[in-house]
């Protein structure tokens, strides 16, 4: 149980470019999801918090109208990178609670790694 | 403010030697729970195990087995019998009331054959 999939798993993009990234969890519902983004050899940085059905909550320093989610179901929460620029490269992740299985348990996907040329 | 300190930047053993990966966390809440994820080079992340404040008995599952102990603030890993396949970058991470998981930096074991 508890089986979180990205889609795509890899991007490669000219800048400029609006990419969107699909967190979906498999088997549960999951009314809360998150969004991380990750360097080369750095630790994971939480993004956004995704809440079915309500506004995200951004962490300090990102940016809403760059990094555009939304979490239109129990089962699916998207990340759309808009006007995506090369510093905007990186690993993104998702998460997902599963209230039933492990409330504070965050199970993640396998990521996606997004490249703009 | 809550923080998550792996000390072990790279870890580096030969197989079947066993290794231990040190977590200190700082946390003012009552209430937290820890973990310990695993990232292959694939890029996922594997959830190990999930301790919550109140149960400072240690689990052993398998080669793994975790030690918490409240008084230091610490919820170490050791892998027994290390294999090839244990190699990857190891996160101890911390939940606390806002249900945020705040991660530590990571620590990249390798373990030779």
């Known amino acids: 149980g508890a089986v979180v999939s990205q889609h795509p798993s890899r991007v490669i993009c000219k800048s400029g470019t609006s990419v969107k990234i699909e967190c979906r969890s498999l088997?549960?519902?999951?009314?809360?999801m998150f969004w991380y983004r990750q360097f080369p050899k750095q630790s994971l940085m939480l993004m956004a918090t995704?809440?079915?059905?309500?506004?995200?909550?951004?962490e300090q320093g990102v940016e809403k109208d760059k990094f555009l989610i939304n979490h239109a179901s129990l089962t699916l929460s998207t990340l759309t990178v808009a006007s995506a620029h090369p510093e905007d490269s990186s690993f993104y992740i998702c998460?997902?609670?599963?209230?039933?299985?492990?409330?504070?348990?965050?199970?993640f996907g396998p990521g996606t790694r997004l490249t703009v040329l | 403010a809550q923080k998550v300190t792996q000390a072990q930047t790279e870890i580096s053993v030969v197989e079947k030697e066993d290794v231990t990966l040190d977590c200190v966390y700082e946390?003012?809440?009552?209430?937290?729970?820890l973990f310990w994820y695993k990232q292959p080079p694939s890029g996922e992340l594997v959830f190990l195990i999930r301790r919550n404040s109140f149960d400072e008995q240690n689990e052993i599952s398998g080669r793994y087995s975790w030690n918490f102990q409240k008084s230091t603030s610490s919820f170490n890993f050791t892998i027994t019998a290390s294999q090839v396949v244990d190699s990857a970058v190891y996160f101890c991470?911390?939940?606390?009331?806002?249900?945020?998981?705040?991660f530590g930096q990571g620590t990249t074991l390798q373990v030779k054959p």
């Open positions: 995704s809440n079915e059905g309500s506004k995200a909550t951004y």
């Open positions: 088997d549960f519902q999951a009314t809360t």
């Open positions: 991470a911390l939940s606390g009331n806002t249900g945020k998981l705040i």
């Open positions: 998460s997902a609670r599963d209230p039933l299985l492990a409330p504070d348990t965050q199970y």
């Open positions: 946390t003012r809440d009552t209430t937290y729970y």
